[in-house]
């Protein structure tokens, strides 16, 4: 949590402002901006949010969130996350192949159900997934730019910092 606030005190202070004007355009008291910086009170992801776009940064920025350097080169590169998706608890996936002479159409996709009891994480995969199509289509349609996605992308990104993925144990 204080390192939430050293965050939104030190972006706060690149852009010369006080937690005054920081409340001000958050329409919090002063107090409450001093409760975020000294970790005090845990601000909401909304809240989260707001400060990240009044300070001028990305919301998974503000909570810590470092991206990891995934370097996806070559088709074996993604081979190999999706068998690491597969290695982790709360996550699971189907494979659906429809293939000649059984179909006329040759295709494959991954199918997370939402509704897995024993995959608690699928309904979240699914949500985003979800937005993701939307987001995108309203990208490709002109309805959005590509600063208006990666906003929303490095937001979702920030609220699923904290969901942990452990690898499955062997039973």
């Known amino acids: 949590m204080e390192d939430i606030g050293n965050r939104i005190k030190s972006a706060r202070k690149a852009l010369h402002m006080s937690q005054t004007d920081l409340a001000n355009k958050l329409g919090k008291t002063m107090r409450t901006v001093q409760k975020y910086e000294s970790g005090e009170i845990e601000p909401s992801i909304a809240i989260i949010n707001e400060i990240a776009r009044i300070l001028q940064i990305s919301p998974a920025e503000l909570i810590g969130y470092q991206k990891q350097n995934i370097r996806l080169e070559t088709l074996s590169d993604v081979l190999y996350v999706l068998n690491e998706i597969n290695k982790k608890a709360g996550l699971h996936f ?78």
């Open 94 to 171: 189907e494979v659906d192949v429809k293939r000649p002479p059984k179909t006329e159409e040759w295709s494959c996709s991954l199918k997370f159900s939402g509704n897995d009891k024993q995959a608690e994480n699928n309904a979240d995969i699914c949500l985003f997934l979800e937005r993701y199509a939307d987001e995108w289509e309203s990208l490709e349609q002109g309805f959005s730019n590509k600063d208006r996605f990666d906003h929303w992308f490095e937001t979702e990104l920030a609220y699923y910092a904290n969901v942990a993925l452990p690898d499955k144990t062997d039973d």
